[in-house]
């Protein structure tokens, strides 16, 4: 790892896939990423109302005329969204695959996933309502938060989003995705918030041939029972009063299923944070603020002759960082940070993660002749690249 970022493991779920780039002509099938299993919530998918043959809603029995009105209100809340939102959500076309994306102003910028654009810097942009695909160039891709800004050439007609505030979200709120599932366009799945504030990551994708992963950590992200599938990546995550409230990204898999994908888990990045983001792009043409703490060190996974994990093992310092100054140095290994035991590269992006420029993290060492120290290191910021 670079004083940019180590490539971490999911803490949230057994497996992950990215739910970016679906599978177009030429792409291959989306790759599976495996970790740690760890206690996965259930959920309940909420039930629509079924409706009878003249297209009111059905009873029964066992259900109180109390409810009837209830349901009715609901299924109109949610035609009433996806018919604010859904011109607003586009498909993202590249030469190896598909994602989805959110027109972000009239300017014709838009929002999606730095795993969709991949490598690509030429894109076909197709509105849910259909038309004439529209030829769109990169911005900017930020790939150390799996996000990145696109532009299309003729803005015309575009139908920007309305961002809602992501840190006012409940657990339990109903929540809709829209995008592009393995190319269907203009798809909607329904679902609630399951949990906040989850830290999850994806694998680094090293193949430069691929234009997979890259490799990020998305800390305070949305869990979501809604169906989120490959494809849908970069679309939106919407509240039922039409507000983009995150930016579906992730899904779990559950590898003793063979891999198959574990129902009602999927993760988004908070509104908050793609506005952020976005702005900064769409201003200077780059991120200028990444929020992201840094240690300033490139460090790689140590390995004891037990076959144990040791720490992490400096092999760079960066000239005037907070490792620098605080006594790090080369062939150091670093075992905790802040009282929590590191068990590889990994482990590292996900502590630093949780801390921001400017704090103060107690780093304790495994000196080359055996001896251990600990020391203070003010973090830095991480670069954008």
Same mark, same amino acid.
Do not use: W
């Given at each position: ?31 599976i ?7 996965t ?23 109180? =005329?109390? $409810?009837?009105?209830?349901a009715? =209100?609901l ?8 018919t ?15 994602g989805?994306?959110?027109?972000y102003?009239?300017? +014709?910028?838009?929002?999606?996933n730095a ?5 690509? !810097? ?5 509105? =849910? ?24 050439? &003729? ?6 989003a ?7 979200l409940?657990?339990?709120? *109903?929540?809709?995705?829209?995008? !592009? ?19 999850v990551? #994806? ?7 691929? #234009?997979?992963?890259? @490799?990020?950590?998305i ?6 029972? $809604?169906?989120?599938?490959?494809g849908n990546?970069g @679309? ?14 992730? =899904?779990a898999?559950?590898? #003793?299923?063979?891999? +198959? ?5 999927g ?8 506005t &952020?983001?976005a702005?900064? *792009? ?23 002759i037990?076959g144990?994990t ?14 620098e ?6 062939? &150091? ?5 802040? !009282? ?9 992006s #996900? ?7 400017? &704090?103060?993290?107690?780093?304790q ?5 055996g ?10 910021e991480?670069p954008?690249?």
């Amino acid at each position: 790892m670079g004083e940019s970022t180590s490539r971490v493991a999911l803490l949230a779920a057994a497996a992950m896939m990215l739910a970016g780039c679906g599978q177009g002509a030429n792409s291959p099938p989306a790759d599976i990423f495996f970790g740690p299993p760890t206690e996965t919530p259930a959920v309940t998918p909420t039930a629509s109302p079924s409706t009878s043959p003249s297209g009111s809603p059905s009873t029964s029995p066992s259900r109180s =005329a109390e $409810a009837v009105p209830g349901a009715v =209100a609901l299924e109109t809340a949610y035609e009433r969204v996806i018919t604010k939102v859904l011109p607003s959500i586009v498909q993202i076309t590249t030469a190896n695959g598909l994602g989805s994306g959110i027109v972000y102003d009239r300017a +014709g910028h838009i929002i999606t996933n730095a795993h969709v654009v991949g490598r690509a !810097n030429q894109f076909k942009v197709t509105l =849910a309502t259909g038309g004439t695909p529209r030829t769109a160039k990169l911005v900017e891709s930020f790939g150390l938060g799996d996000l990145a800004v696109i532009k299309v050439d &003729d803005p015309e007609g575009l139908t920007p989003a309305v961002f809602g505030d992501s840190s006012k979200l409940r657990v339990g709120q *109903i929540v809709l995705a829209m995008g !592009n599932p393995l190319g269907l366009s203009g798809s909607v799945t329904n679902g609630i918030v399951s949990a906040l504030g989850r830290t999850v990551s #994806e694998p680094q994708d090293d193949d430069p041939e691929d #234009e997979g992963s890259p @490799g990020a950590t998305i800390t305070g992200a949305i869990q979501t029972s $809604a169906a989120i599938n490959p494809g849908n990546s970069g @679309g939106a995550l919407v509240n039922l009063s039409g507000e983009v409230i995150g930016i579906p990204t992730l =899904a779990a898999l559950n590898p #003793e299923l063979g891999g +198959g994908a574990a129902p009602g888990i999927g993760f988004a990045i908070p509104s908050n944070t793609a506005t &952020d983001i976005a702005t900064q *792009i769409v201003k200077d043409g780059k991120v200028t603020n990444t929020h992201r703490a840094a240690l300033g060190v490139t460090v790689q996974t140590v390995i004891g002759i037990d076959g144990r994990t040791v720490g992490v093992g400096v092999v760079r310092v960066s000239r005037g960082s907070g490792a620098e100054k605080a006594g790090i140095r080369v062939g &150091d290994v670093i075992i905790s940070i802040n !009282n929590v035991r590191l068990t590889g590269t990994q482990a590292l992006s #996900e502590v630093l993660a949780t801390l921001n420029p400017g &704090d103060r993290a107690k780093v304790q060492l495994l000196r080359p002749n055996g001896s251990t120290a600990t020391v203070t290191v003010i973090l830095g910021e991480l670069p954008s690249s």
